[in-house]
């Protein structure tokens, strides 16, 4: 690889070591937060979706647990790619 797809690679890569293992999601007031996807315990809906952490503590956010789910399964998936692609 010449330096500038070495120099494209590491930009590509660099919203990863920022963000590491962390979601954009929303309070109630809409502050923008990331959470460490690794520390969802559960999840529930009464009126509002509930994030409960592997520590017991609550969290209210604005995203419906299908949007939060499908956060972490596109992080996950934007890692084993990056990884794939690191093996080759």
């Keep these: ?4 797809g ?3 690679r590491a930009i590509s890569l660099l919203p990863l070591k920022v963000g590491m293992n962390m979601i954009q999601l929303h309070n109630i007031s809409g502050t923008s937060f990331y959470l460490n996807c690794d520390l969802i315990y559960r999840m529930e809906v009464n009126y ?3 994030i409960t952490l592997t ?3 609550k969290l209210i956010v ?3 647990p299908d949007e939060v789910v499908q ?3 596109e992080y996950r ?3 084993h790619t ?3 692609e690191d093996k080759e």
């Excluded at 690889?1 to 500038?4: D, G, I, P, S």
């Design 55 to 57: 520590n017991m503590q």
């Design 82 to 84: 990056h990884w794939r």
């Design 71 to 73: 956060k972490v399964i």
């Design 62 to 64: 604005q995203e419906t």
């Design 6 to 8: 070495e120099i494209g």
């Design 77 to 79: 998936r934007q890692i």
């Design 48 to 50: 509002d979706t509930i």
């Design 1 to 4: 690889m010449n330096k500038a």
